[in-house]
DNA sequence: CTAGAACCTGACATTGGCGTCAGAGACAAG
DNA sequence: CTTGTCTCTGACGCCAATGTCAGGTTCTAG
């Protein structure tokens, strides 16, 4: 498969692929004329790579813990950072939630006490 | 209290809080000779910025919400507007759990079959 | 063979929150 | 008044992921 149809199916830019690989994230074959060729797996590894800078990991951690996270191998250094990248998605969640618990704080006393017009 | 006290007392950096004051997130009054001057509240209400950032709220968006949230007063399309970045923030949560998941997916399967050496 | 679509590399632009530096003014304490 | 600390503004830098543009090459359909 070709960088264009990777790109819609993955629902990412070329760009973006082309990035990842620049990044070691991703690999492809070429054809004679060095055009880059995928396999039908890519399209699951850009998936993966998408959630993984959804959590907010940078490239660099996406790098270490990726051949882990596809192919279950680890070293021991890696399940170290493996759970420490996991830990601070967790921490991240509770602020998240601390935040969402705000705002519906201010949600519920609008329901109880009614809309206050201000202006506007 | 001066901008060094607060940025003390917030935990954060003096640069951030004229950030923040440039983004019509923060306000001050000024003495004869310029210098800004924070009351009480102004501790907690950096801490609040600091909380809807970490959700990942962009500086507009905070200016938007945050006089309801610090005041409770609320007009009909602030409403629509918290409601929908209430949902974001949710949604986030979602995806961050996901990856969090996926590690974890790891890290159990480790502990199951134990540690592959692989190089390194 | 040829037109047009898709692709290539390389480079510069952007966004956001903040670090950092320079040069100048403000202010508290002695 | 002086000195040292804090503050001021303005500007440039940075990082990371991506957009975008230019100028050229490859592939595919007719």
Redesign the pocket.
Known sequence: M????L?DQAG?????L???EQ?GLLD?T???????IYEEGAVERVQLI?QL?AAG????A?VDLLPCVSTGMVTGSMYDKIRHERDAIDQRIRELAAARDKLDGVIEHVLRVGIHHDGQ
């Not at 070709?2 to 149809?5: P, V």
């Not at 990412?12 to 973006?16: D, L, N």
């Open positions: 070709r960088i264009g149809e790109a990412v830019s070329v760009r973006s082309r990035y990842y990044q492809s070429r054809t004679p004329g060095g055009q880059r998408q800078y990991l940078p490239s660099h996406i």
